[in-house]
C-alpha cells in the first residue's frame, strides 16, 4: 500500500520536539538571539526534516511524509534562501543541504508522487549536485566527496530522463497528457523549456560515453536543440580524441554546463600532453608555451608549467620541448581546479540564480 503524506511543514512537529530535546538541531535552524542558550530554540520557519535511514520493522507515518506541495516549498527554501546564506561556509551549507535532499528523495519513493511533481523537485535537486562538483572541486576529501556527489547526480538525473521517456511514451500512445501534470502551463515551463539543459548536461557529464551518445541522438527532433547537439558534438570529440576542438566548444556553454563539463579537463590536459608529446617530439624544436595555454583553457602559464613539471615535459616561460622519451606514463593525474573561464562566467551570480529551474 502506498502511503500518501499529510504533514504540510517542513518538518513534523514530533521531530522539531525530538531534535530540540535531544539537541540536534542544526545552526541554520535555531531561532536568532538563542544560539548562546543552553538549549536554543528551534525557528519553526527554518527546521526541516532530516534524512534517517528507513530500519527493519520501523513503518512510515503518514504524518511524517510530507505533501508534494510541502515538499516543493522544502527544495525552494534549501536551494534559493539556504544556499545563499552568509552565516556558515559553502563547505557546511552543502553537507546541511545534502542530508535534507535526501530525506525528500525518501518522501518522494515513499509516497510514489506523480511525475509531474517529481519533475518538479528533481531538476533543481540535480543542479544542486552539479554545482556542487563544480564549486567544490578543490575541496579536500574531509571537506567534500566527489564520489558520493557524482553518485547522487547521476541517480537523479537518470531517475529524471526516465520520467522524460514515459512522458515521449504517453504522448505518443494517447496524445495528451491530462493525467500526468497538474498544470498545464506550469509543467510545459518545467517540462519543455528546461528538458534541454538536463540532456545536455547527461551527455556532459559523462563524456565520452556510447550510452549517452546514442540517447541524445535517438531523442525526437523537438528535444534536440543546438545546446544538445554541440553536448553531442563535444563528446564524440572526447571519443575521438579531438581535445582542441572540444575546448573550444567548451567556453561556449552556459555557466553550469562549462563547470561540469571543465572537471574533465585534467584528463583532456594529460591526453593532450601525452599525445603532443609523440606528434611534436624533437630536440630541435619548441612549441610556444602561450598557443598551448589558450589551446587548453589555461588561466595562467604557470598551471600549465606546473602540469608539465607533473608528467617531466620540459618547458620554459616561453616554450615547451615536447620529446616522447620525457612524459611520465606513471605520474598520477593532476587534481581538478576551477578554471578562469568558468570563474569568469559566475561573476556575480549567486547560487540561488544557478539552481533555480528555469534558469541555465
Known amino acids: 500500500m502506498v502511503l500518501i503524506g499529510k504533514c504540510e511543514e517542513m518538518c513534523s512537529e514530533a521531530e522539531k520536539k525530538l531534535r530540540y530535546k535531544e539537541g540536534l538541531l542544526h545552526i541554520l535552524e535555531i531561532k536568532k538571539g538563542t544560539e548562546k542558550n543552553p538549549r536554543p530554540l528551534p525557528d519553526p520557519k527554518r527546521v526541516v526534516k ?25 527544495v525552494n ?34 509516497q510514489d508522487i506523480s511525475r509531474s511533481y517529481t519533475i518538479s523537485l528533481l531538476q533543481p535537486i540535480v543542479k544542486f549536485y552539479a554545482y556542487s562538483a563544480y564549486r567544490l572541486c578543490e575541496s579536500p576529501i574531509s571537506d567534500f566527496d566527489p564520489v558520493l556527489n557524482k553518485k547522487n547526480l547521476q541517480e ?11 512522458f515521449d511514451y504517453l504522448q505518443s500512445k494517447i496524445g495528451v497528457l491530462k493525467d500526468f501534470c497538474y498544470n498545464q502551463e506550469e509543467f510545459e515551463i518545467l517540462f519543455s ?11 556532459l557529464f559523462n563524456l565520452g560515453d556510447t ?3 546514442y540517447r541524445g541522438l535517438k531523442l525526437e527532433k523537438k528535444w534536440r536543440t543546438n545546446l544538445v547537439q554541440n553536448s553531442i558534438k563535444m563528446s564524440l570529440c572526447y571519443k575521438n580524441g579531438n581535445w582542441i576542438r572540444l575546448c573550444r566548444m567548451m567556453v561556449k556553454l552556459p555557466p553550469l554546463l ?24 624533437s630536440k630541435n624544436l619548441s612549441y610556444p608555451i602561450e598557443t ?45 581546479r576551477k578554471e578562469k573561464f568558468v570563474i569568469d562566467k559566475f561573476i556575480d551570480v549567486k547560487p540561488s540564480f544557478v539552481l533555480k529551474s528555469n534558469t541555465f
Open 292 to 336: 598551448l595555454q589558450k589551446e587548453l583553457l589555461y588561466g595562467t602559464k604557470n598551471e600549465l608549467i606546473f602540469d608539465c613539471d607533473r608528467y617531466g615535459i620540459k618547458c620554459s616561460q616561453s616554450e615547451i620541448n615536447f620529446i616522447k622519451t620525457d612524459f611520465d606514463k606513471f605520474s598520477k593525474l593532476v587534481s581538478t
Open 156 to 166: 537523479c538525473l537518470k531517475k529524471l530522463l526516465l520520467i522524460y521517456d514515459d
Open 258 to 281: 562549462a563547470g561540469i563539463a571543465s572537471l574533465h579537463l585534467p584528463e583532456i590536459r594529460r591526453k593532450t600532453l601525452e599525445k603532443m608529446s609523440i606528434a611534436f617530439s
Open 50 to 74: 532530516c534524512f534517517s535511514r528507513s530500519a527493519a520493522g520501523r513503518e512510515s507515518n503518514e504524518n511524517e511524509l510530507r505533501t508534494p506541495n510541502a515538499l516543493q516549498r522544502t
Open 77 to 110: 527554501y534549501l536551494l534559493l534562501d539556504v544556499a545563499d546564506n552568509q552565516i556558515i561556509s559553502w563547505n557546511n551549507t552543502y553537507d546541511f543541504i545534502v542530508d535534507r535532499l535526501l530525506a525528500v528523495r525518501q518522501d518522494i519513493v515513499i
Open 193 to 203: 523549456d528546461c528538458r534541454q539543459f538536463f540532456e545536455a548536461l547527461y551527455i
Open 211 to 213: 550510452h549517452c551518445i
